[in-house]
């Protein structure tokens, strides 16, 4: 009767194990990076740039205006939240950065999309 209780325990302890193990592997996200860090050139105020701080603050510059908010992020899906803008009028710049609504990372870019789903750009880390 005890060594079968301790076939059956034994048995037991190696399913969950094996059930532990394959969570791991089948996790949402487990080998997408952190969006965390910055993303275009931040040390050039006329480039597009954004910094995704740890706790869930962006901020960043579309190459004129600065732009501020909140992200979360879902495997490699990053939403960008309550995002705000300084509006200054920007001659000869491009502020497509400002449209963002959503990000994807790929390895070391992250793509950007507007409200639509619309691809609008790219930051590289």
């Known amino acids: 009767m ?6 059956v325990a034994g048995a037991t302890l190696l399913l969950a194990a094996a059930a532990l193990l394959a969570s791991c592997a089948d996790s949402p ?12 050139d931040v040390s050039d105020s006329s480039a597009p740039s954004l910094d995704f701080a740890a ?11 600065r732009l501020m908010g909140h992200w979360t992020q879902d495997g490699a899906t990053v939403i960008l939240i ?3 803008s300084t509006m200054m009028y920007c001659q ?3 502020t497509w950065l400002s449209a963002a609504a959503t990000a994807e ?8 999309f507007n409200e639509n789903g619309d691809p609008i750009g790219t930051l590289q880390r």
């Open 29 to 40: 996200g487990a080998s997408v990076p952190s969006v965390e860090g910055s993303w275009g």
């Open 92 to 94: 000869e710049i491009d």
């Open 55 to 65: 706790g869930g603050r962006v901020s960043g510059t579309d190459g004129c205006n």
């Open 2 to 7: 005890v060594v079968r209780l301790h076939r």
């Open 105 to 112: 990372i790929d390895g070391e870019t992250l793509a950007l």
């Open 82 to 84: 309550d995002m705000a």
